[in-house]
């Protein structure tokens, strides 16, 4: 099956900073990217859809200023998670589809813990 | 539009059998089951599609009946490493998938 890697797998930083994920499809060209966040006990909710080499669609209510997707090749997606706060606390999973949809490829998630 | 499971949760022995629903009010084009233990990301098991078809792996089944807009997830003679957070996902033709709540299932011995 395919493989789509996270990187880092955990993050702890402080309020204020801004943190990058990094999220890779190992062995095919992912045409589209998909970041969710999930906080504890709840499900996974879409904050955005990633085409390479276009600007990101943000789901509603998910500040594009403050988690900026960058989605520069096929095999690469980056969430940048600006200013962070507690609140942002949360663990952020990626997912990658070839030519359409109905097969999506997690990655194994970041938690990040902003103190 | 969130898929609906149900149950919210459940509780088996080992060797039980249990059934998750996953339905919608809008048209399915195909139904995706994933499990997720706790810490970890999603795992797919499987997905299906239009045409009212049935899948399975092992003892973990699924159906899928479009008219009714509406999934269900069977697992047969339970074990342990079943246990975890059963989601499934409804994506249409031009959208990715949105999960439902999902179910927690528990398997004890």
């Known amino acids: 099956g395919a493989v789509v890697s996270q990187h880092p797998s955990w993050v702890i930083c402080k309020s204020g900073t801004s943190v990058k994920i990094e999220c890779r499809s190992l062995?095919?060209?992912?045409?589209?990217m998909f970041w969710y966040r999930q906080f504890p006990k709840q499900s996974l909710m879409l904050m955005a859809t990633s085409n390479e080499g276009s600007k990101a669609t943000y789901e509603q209510g998910v500040e594009k200023d403050k988690f900026l997707i960058n989605h520069a090749s096929l095999t690469l997606s980056t969430l940048t998670v600006t200013s962070a706060h507690p609140e942002d606390s949360s663990f952020y999973i990626c997912?990658?589809?070839?030519?359409?949809?109905?097969?999506?490829?997690f990655g194994p998630g970041t938690r990040l813990t902003v103190t | 539009q969130q898929p609906v499971q149900s149950p919210q949760a459940v509780i088996l022995r080992e060797g039980e059998d249990a059934v998750i629903n996953c339905s919608s009010s809008?048209?399915?084009?195909?139904v995706h089951w994933y499990r997720q233990k706790h810490g970890e990301a999603p795992v797919f098991l499987m997905i299906l599609l239009k045409g009212g078809e049935q899948k399975g792996h092992e003892k973990i089944s699924a159906s899928f009946n479009e008219k009714k807009q509406q999934s269900s997830l069977y697992l047969t003679a339970s074990q342990l490493s079943y246990s975890g957070t059963y989601f499934c996902?409804?994506?249409?033709?031009?959208?990715?998938?949105?999960f439902g709540k999902g179910t927690r299932l528990s398997v004890i011995a």
């Open positions: 062995d095919f060209q992912a045409t589209t």
């Open positions: 997912s990658a589809s070839g030519t359409d949809y109905y097969e999506q490829y």
């Open positions: 996902g409804t994506p249409n033709k031009d959208t990715p998938l949105v």
């Open positions: 809008k048209a399915l084009y195909s």
